[in-house]
C-alpha cells in the first residue's frame, strides 16, 4: 500500500492550498481515508475524515468551514481544499487510510484507528 501525499508548499495567511493524497494496492473505494498533520513540537492530530463512498466528511473544529475533504474513487485520490489558511495551520500533512473501514465515530481522532499512513506534505503558513 502507497499512500504518496502532494501539494504543499509556503502561502501567506488568508491563502488557499489544495493538497492530494494518491492512493495504490489498496481498494479505495472502499476505504475511509483522513488527514491528519503534526505541528512543530507538537503530537500528530485529527484533521478530517471522509467515508469510502465520499459522504459525511468529518472536521476537527479548528479547521470546519475553512477546510473542505473531498475524493475521486476513479483516480484513487484525496483532497483537502485548504482556505482562509493560518499560521498555526503550519504543519506536516499526513493522509491515512482505515481499510476495511472498522474504526467507530469515538477513535476517528486517533492515529491507531488507521492502518496505512503516507509520506506527508508540509504547508507552511506565513503570517
Known amino acids: 500500500v502507497q499512500l504518496q501525499a502532494s501539494g504543499g508548499g509556503l502561502v501567506q495567511a488568508g491563502d488557499s492550498l489544495r493538497i492530494s493524497c494518491a492512493a495504490s494496492?489498496?481498494?479505495?473505494?472502499?476505504?475511509?481515508m483522513a488527514w491528519f498533520r503534526q505541528r512543530p513540537g507538537k503530537e500528530r492530530e485529527f484533521v478530517a475524515r471522509?467515508?469510502?463512498?465520499?459522504?459525511?466528511?468529518y472536521y476537527a473544529n479548528s479547521v470546519k468551514g475553512r477546510f473542505t475533504l473531498s475524493r475521486d474513487n476513479v483516480k484513487q485520490t484525496m483532497y483537502l481544499q485548504m482556505n482562509s489558511l493560518k499560521p498555526e495551520d503550519t504543519a506536516v500533512y499526513y493522509c491515512?487510510?482505515?481499510?476495511?473501514?472498522?474504526?467507530?465515530?469515538?477513535?476517528?481522532?486517533?492515529?491507531?484507528?488507521?492502518?496505512?499512513w503516507g509520506q506527508g506534505t508540509l504547508v507552511t503558513v506565513s503570517s
Open positions: 491515512a487510510a482505515d481499510t476495511p473501514p472498522r474504526t467507530i465515530f469515538s477513535n476517528f481522532h486517533s492515529p491507531t484507528g488507521y492502518d496505512y
Open positions: 494496492g489498496l481498494t479505495f473505494s472502499q476505504s475511509d
Open positions: 471522509i467515508r469510502w463512498s465520499g459522504g459525511s466528511p
